[in-house]
């Protein structure tokens, strides 16, 4: 699902749907990719289901945002966040009412703010997490003098081993948005807690692939051909 135009991204997301509806199997569907391109609604749907994500705000209007950024920021930064955006492009840090942009400097107009829970640790790291199919199959450690990790961001990726706790939160996460295989973005914030920022319906694992000695193409593939396998004996059962 690659970017573009309101009316081409609208027509591709349709024609997933018209898959779905003719009975075709399709990973990861359209209602899922809709879940995580909107970081407004992957914020919903992780609260809602009682995960922990940093508190966020997605308002219309410059005055409502400005209101939020007065009250917030006396506690912590905000992060200012593209609601359809990847790869850390257009992020901004509000320490201040005053560093928020203007309307026209700001996609659609609209506010997509999250508290900034990252801590400085000799700089700056986060995780990312592979689910597919309910299990968490690989994971690395973004590393970065920046805040913003991404590794399309200059992040260095390093080979992670993470705990049980941290497998579980991912699973969790992907379940929510109701996805087969995601990536899971995960950093420990100042109360030494992990935290989900975000998941990503269409994760690119170059960086992952580099670091971890699991195949990802391998495992998709046969996870996919499993759930295959799993619906015809449904079918045949049925």
Not at 24 to 50: G, Q, Y
Not at 115 to 127: L, Q, S
Not at 146 to 156: A, D, F, P, Q, S
Not at 157 to 184: C, I, Q, S
Request: aromatic residues 6%.
């Amino acid at each position: 699902m690659s970017g573009g135009a309101f009316e081409a991204v609208t027509l591709r997301l349709g024609i997933l749907h018209a898959l779905r509806e003719c009975g075709v199997m399709v990973w990861n569907d359209a209602r899922t990719i809709e879940h995580c391109v909107d970081k407004s609604m992957t914020s919903f749907l992780l609260s809602r289901a009682d995960i922990a994500t940093p508190p966020t705000w997605a308002v219309g209007s410059y005055d409502q945002a400005r209101a939020i950024a007065q009250a917030e920021t006396k506690e912590a930064a905000l992060v200012l966040k593209p609601l359809f955006g990847s790869q850390g492009h257009g992020l901004r840090l509000v320490r201040k009412p005053d560093d928020l942009p203007l309307p026209g400097d700001v996609a659609g107009g609209v506010y997509y703010l999250q508290r900034f829970v990252a801590v400085e640790r000799d700089g700056f790291h986060d995780f990312r997490l592979l689910v597919v199919s309910g299990r968490a199959v690989a994971a690395m450690q973004r590393n970065s003098t920046h805040w913003i990790t991404n590794v399309k961001r200059g992040g260095r990726p390093v080979a992670a081993l993470v705990n049980d706790e941290m497998k579980a939160l991912a699973v969790r996460a992907a379940t929510a948005v109701g996805a087969d295989f995601a990536g899971v973005d995960i950093l420990y914030g100042p109360d030494q807690r992990p935290t989900v920022l975000e998941v990503n319906s269409m994760p690119a694992w170059a960086g992952l692939q580099k670091v971890t000695s699991v195949n990802i193409a391998s495992v998709l593939v046969a996870a996919l051909i499993d759930a295959l396998a799993a619906r015809l004996v449904r079918g045949a059962m049925a």
